[in-house]
C-alpha cells in the first residue's frame, strides 16, 4: 500500500526519484559521470520505451547499437536522434529476437565490429493474444520475450566481461522485465510448457515470459559474482505505459480503463526512467541482481527470488538453446 500511494504521488524513493522522473532527468545528473566511448545495445529501441531509452543514452554520450526486426523504422529512430544530438554514433543492424539464428547472426555481426560493449539493455518485447510459433517451434512470446535474450546476453557476455577488465568500467546488463510477472503462480511456470502450451491465455504467457525476465537476472547475477565479473544485471519494471504492447488489448473495456485511468498511466520518457537510472548511475556500480522499479530497488515476487527456480530455468534454457543450434553444451 505505501508503494502504491507513493507511485500515485510521484513521491521519491531513496535514489531521489520516483514515478513521475523521466529518463532526461534521472540522467542529467549522471551525465558528468559518464565515461567516454560507452557502447549500449538496446533491444526494441525502433518504438516506445526503447527508442526513448536509445535517444537519452545517445543525448549523454553513449554509442548506440540497435538491433532491429525492421530496419526502416530503425533508420528513422536513428535519424531523430541525430536531429537532437548530431554528434551521435547510432549503430543499425538486423536481427529477429524470436529466432535464435537471427541472434546468434546479430551477434556475429556486431562482434565482428570489434567494438567494446558497456551497456546491454533487453528492453525488446511482444503480446500476442493468439498461439503463435517460432521458427524454432517454441511459443512466440516466450521466444521474443525470454529465449532470445537469454541468447544474446549469452553470446554476447565474454565481450562484455574483457571490456570491462581492459576499460575498468563495470559492465551493465538490464533485463526490462513487469511487474505482471508476480502474477504467476509455482504450478504454471513449467518450463515444456512455456515452450508449447496446452491451454494458451496471452496475459499469462507474456506474465511468464517477464517472470523468466527476473529469474535469467537473479541466476546471471550470482554466476557473475562466482567468477568475480565485473558485470553486473539487474531487472526492471518499466511502470504501465500505453506502449504497443498495451494497445495489442484492444477493444471497448480496455479503451475505456486506459481513459479512466489516464491519470495513473507513464508517459513514454517517465516509463524508460527506470532502466536509464539503472543503466548509468554511479550509485548502482556494484549492485548486481536485484529488481528495480520508479528508479528505486523493490520488491520482486517469492517466485522471482528463488535462487532453485533461477538455476533450473537458466540450465534447461541453455540447453535447449545448445540443441536447438547443435553446438556442444561444455
Avoid at 69 to 98: C, F, H, N, T
Avoid at 118 to 136: C, R, T, V, W
Avoid at 161 to 189: L, P, Y
Amino acid at each position: 500500500m505505501k508503494e502504491t500511494l507513493r507511485y500515485l504521488a510521484g513521491i521519491a524513493g531513496p535514489s531521489g526519484y520516483g514515478s513521475n522522473s523521466t529518463a532526461e532527468q534521472v540522467t542529467q545528473d549522471c551525465s558528468s559521470s559518464v565515461p567516454s566511448q560507452l557502447t549500449a545495445i538496446i533491444t526494441g529501441a525502433t518504438s516506445g520505451i526503447g527508442a526513448e531509452t536509445a535517444r537519452v543514452l545517445a543525448k549523454r554520450g553513449v554509442r548506440v547499437v540497435i538491433p532491429a526486426r525492421d530496419l526502416l523504422k530503425a533508420a528513422e529512430v536513428k535519424e531523430g536522434i541525430q536531429r537532437e544530438s548530431p554528434e551521435a554514433e547510432v549503430i543499425l543492424l538486423e536481427i529477429d529476437l524470436s529466432s535464435l539464428a537471427s541472434v546468434d547472426r546479430f551477434c556475429s555481426e556486431f562482434l565482428a565490429l570489434r567494438l567494446p560493449l558497456n551497456i546491454l539493455i533487453n528492453n525488446g518485447g511482444m503480446f500476442s493474444q493468439a498461439l503463435e510459433y517460432s521458427e524454432d517451434k517454441i511459443e512466440m512470446t516466450f521466444a521474443t520475450n525470454y529465449l532470445g535474450h537469454h541468447f544474446l546476453t549469452e553470446k554476447l557476455l565474454e565481450k562484455m566481461v574483457e571490456t570491462a577488465a581492459q576499460t575498468g568500467i563495470r559492465g551493465r546488463i538490464i533485463n526490462v522485465s513487469s511487474a505482471i510477472h508476480s502474477w504467476v503462480k509455482r504450478d504454471e511456470f513449467r518450463f515444456n510448457q512455456l515452450l508449447n502450451p496446452k491451454n494458451y491465455n496471452g496475459t499469462k504467457a507474456y506474465a511468464q515470459s517477464k517472470l523468466a525476465n527476473v529469474l535469467h537476472a537473479k541466476e546471471l547475477a550470482r554466476q557473475l559474482k562466482a567468477r568475480n565479473a565485473k558485470v553486473t544485471i539487474n531487472a526492471v519494471h518499466p511502470g504501465v505505459v500505453k506502449t504497443g504492447i498495451i494497445r495489442a488489448h484492444k477493444g471497448f473495456i480496455t479503451d475505456s480503463v486506459f481513459f479512466i485511468a489516464s491519470k495513473l498511466l507513464k508517459s513514454t520518457s517517465q516509463g524508460a526512467s527506470t532502466a536509464c537510472y539503472v543503466a548509468l548511475s554511479p550509485e548502482l556500480e556494484e549492485v548486481s541482481g536485484k529488481y528495480f522499479a520508479d528508479c528505486n530497488e523493490s520488491d520482486c515476487s517469492k517466485l522471482a527470488n528463488d535462487e532453485s527456480e533461477a538455476h533450473k530455468l537458466w540450465k534447461q534454457t541453455r540447453l535447449l538453446i545448445h540443441r536447438r543450434l547443435s553446438q556442444p553444451t561444455a
